[in-house]
């Protein structure tokens, strides 16, 4: 029997019981909330959504919904603090366009980075992390230098064990632990420049999405082709997309390139 959205809110109400929160069903719009009930901050579902995941993989959909939205519930009613969480704070790589604001309103710390990203920077709590917000360093009397310097160090700190793929001449190297700072390790400027040292070719670095920093080795032509298919593909399918162009590495310097236009089939 096909499951219906009053079913599935049946369902959630069950998850989500709890004398802290409360849950209400927008019929019309087909969506569930839970929220606190002393702030009212809270998390909304789509049912659809669900319901496809649902009968796609049954009860471990549901018991993975109820993890990240109790997680998300939990951070929203925790009071962070920086001081003596030092090691836990590290920059994320954003696409220009992701938002400068929380939900609440308080600006987000944040520095530019290349015409295509820019650097947050966010307080690990194991499981998922916080974005640091304008509100947070001023109650810890924290300066945005000292914000900068502490993540950029810890980003050095990460290991860095690339894999290498080689196809048409052209060397491939991908970093993706799954640890949700791989993308942030294109701010590591040391191997950057190792990569660099040890380069026959021209050094193109790709950030498509959160989980996977791409730097390249370009030796020909063919090798333009394939980052740019490879970066979009990736850009495509990641859970956090940051952006498809990559960027010529010299210098120090990270420029973003449209390597489709650059290297059009000669005539």
Do not use: C
């Not at 810890?140 to 000292?146: D, K, L, T, V």
């Not at 420049?193 to 193109?204: F, S, Y």
């Not at 990559?246 to 000669?266: G, M, Q, R, S, T």
């Amino acid at each position: 029997m096909k499951m219906t959205s009053i079913k599935m809110k049946r369902k959630l109400d069950e998850l989500f019981e709890s004398d802290a929160w409360r849950v209400s069903f927008n019929r019309d719009k087909d969506v569930y909330r839970i929220e606190w009930k002393d702030t009212k901050q809270g998390v909304s579902i789509n049912i659809p959504n669900v319901i496809a995941k649902y009968e796609r993989r049954g009860d471990t959909a549901l018991e993975e919904l109820q993890f990240h939205v109790s997680e998300s519930l939990k951070m929203m009613h925790e009071d962070h603090q920086l001081e003596g969480q030092e090691k836990q704070i590290y920059p994320v790589i954003r696409a220009t366009s992701f938002p400068k604001k929380t939900k609440a309103g308080t600006r987000l710390v944040y520095s530019e980075h290349t015409a295509e990203t820019n650097i947050y920077y966010a307080l690990d709590l194991g499981t998922t992390y916080q974005l640091i917000d304008e509100k947070m360093i001023e109650e810890q009397g924290w300066s945005f230098e000292r914000l900068k310097e502490i993540s950029t160090f810890n980003i050095r700190s990460l290991s860095v064990s690339p894999k290498k793929d080689t196809v048409a001449d052209n060397d491939f190297n991908f970093i993706a632990t799954q640890d949700g700072y791989d993308a942030s390790r294109i701010l590591n400027e040391a191997f950057l420049e190792e990569m660099k040292a040890n380069a026959l070719g021209e050094v193109v670095v790709a950030v498509p999405h959160q989980d996977v920093l791409i730097v390249a080795d370009i030796k020909n032509e063919a090798g333009y082709d394939i980052l740019a298919q490879m970066t979009m593909k990736f850009f495509a399918e990641g859970r956090v997309p940051i952006t498809s162009l990559p960027f010529i590495y010299e210098d120090k310097h990270l420029e973003p390139v449209f390597i489709l236009a650059k290297n059009k089939p000669k005539e």
